[in-house]
């Protein structure tokens, strides 16, 4: 079966800078498209709110 060209199921993405707005904003569209997500930032408080 062939996936679609933003389907991400099945994959890993490692979002650096995820505690900040653009790479939270890049974690959550990652998570809506199928990926596991894993959010890498410097405010472990903000990172928690992400998950």
Known sequence: MEKGLFDLSDEVAVVLGGTGVLGGAMAEALARQGARVAVVG??????ELRV
């Open 42 to 47: 410097r405010n472990a408080e903000r990172g």
